[in-house]
């Protein structure tokens, strides 16, 4: 007799309706099945497979007593297949190689964001102790991942230092937001007790990313609700320390999940709101503010090709002379990031497509001359 399918078999009574119920019989016999196979595929651990296990055995002995098409089997087969779908895409024991090359990984870098050299020191001095100890072979010996901190203001570039180093290590990148978060059970995850519970960021990213030692960025911490507060960094007390976050239990999964592989970083755009228990388990890096002479690199080099891209411009048909970007990257007075620049280069990025649109041009050449017909008043 097949373990999942609970010992409920057809009477064999004939007649078009005894038909349909057979039929709607067999394919909720099938789904149980299925939930079985899932279960015995997956790479998961010993005594967590055996807890599935008999959850569907317990699924399949009551759809027997109380019926396919009662509401107790219905929500319980619902409860316990999006359980099983979760637990089942974990990647338990699933990880991406690492790029172990230095000078590629510096190129990344270099490519991706202008200036901070502190700041890919700081990296770079990390992928080196790895490479070292990967060439000699002591993989036991391979540094814990540091848990980095980007703290400056707006526009500073932190994000996409993030971004960069996942791209620089070959991993995959996934974003939690922590801006106007409001409950640690966002994290955490809730109980299966409540109704339409699931799991919280962490267990979401990590499905989504499909490996254990993905670049998870937690982003703006600072920016906690006030009432949650205290509740979110005590959890994240547990997520950043390396000693506990070995079996990170989410309220949903109710099965440690370990994440000493994971690569956290961290950005703030100050440390005023964060709990001294999560800074100590920071290593605090300051992104500097942007100069104009940097600016005006990041935006020739960086933004305007990617911007007239996007704006659907080619490359011939907007022109911007290298005197003219004095006038752009300060239109309205000194910012510290690049968030107004790149605002002010879509705009004259715009103008320019509706002037090609409407005819009046071909090219557009934008001079010191004509630049405020370009810029936002």
Not at 179 to 197: E, K, V
Not at 266 to 274: D, E, L
Not at 322 to 351: H, N, Q, Y
Request: hydrophobic share 40%.
């Amino acid at each position: 007799m097949d373990p999942f399918d609970g010992g409920q078999k057809s009477n064999g009574t004939g007649g078009q309706f005894i038909g349909v119920q057979q039929n709607k019989q067999d394919i909720a016999s099938d789904q149980i099945r299925r939930l079985g196979e899932k279960v015995e595929k997956a790479d998961l651990p010993f005594d967590l497979r055996q807890n599935l296990i008999e959850r569907v055995q317990r699924l399949a002995l009551l759809r027997a007593s109380a019926g396919y098409l009662s509401s107790t089997y219905i929500i319980e087969y619902e409860s316990t297949a999006s359980y099983i779908n979760w637990v089942v895409s974990l990647p338990w024991g699933k990880v991406s190689q690492d790029i172990l090359d230095l000078v590629l990984a510096k190129s990344v870098l270099d490519k991706n964001h202008h200036g901070a050299p502190g700041i890919k020191d700081r990296i770079l001095e990390y992928l080196a102790s790895i490479i070292l100890n990967a060439k000699q072979n002591k993989i036991d010996r391979i540094v814990k991942a540091p848990i980095l901190c980007l703290v400056g203001l707006a526009g500073t570039g932190k994000t996409t230092f993030a971004i960069s180093v996942a791209e620089a290590l070959g991993r995959k990148f996934e974003r939690v937001p922590f801006g106007g978060m409001g409950d640690a059970r966002s994290l955490r995850g809730q109980s299966r007790a409540l109704a339409d519970a699931e799991p919280g960021y962490i267990i979401k990213k990590l499905v989504h990313a499909q490996t254990k030692n993905c670049v998870i960025l937690l982003d703006e911490l600072d920016r906690i609700s006030q009432d949650a507060r205290s509740d979110i960094m005590g959890v994240l007390v547990e997520l950043l320390d390396p000693e506990q976050n070995k079996s990170f239990t989410d309220h949903y999964i109710d099965y440690p999940f370990d994440l000493s592989e994971v690569l956290f970083i961290a950005t703030a755009n100050n440390t005023t709101n964060i709990a001294t228990a999560v800074l100590d388990r920071l290593e605090i890096l300051q992104m500097p503010s942007y100069t104009d002479a940097e600016k005006i690199v990041i935006g020739k080099d960086y933004l305007f090709a990617k911007i007239r891209s996007q704006v659907g411009l080619s490359d011939g048909q907007l022109i911007i002379d290298d005197g003219v970007w004095s006038g752009i990257i300060r239109p309205l007075g000194f910012d510290s990031g690049i968030r107004s620049l790149e605002r002010t280069i879509e705009g004259v990025c715009r103008k320019s497509a509706r002037l090609i649109v409407e005819g009046k041009t071909q090219q557009v050449h934008v001079t010191n001359e004509n630049l405020k017909e370009f810029l936002y008043a």
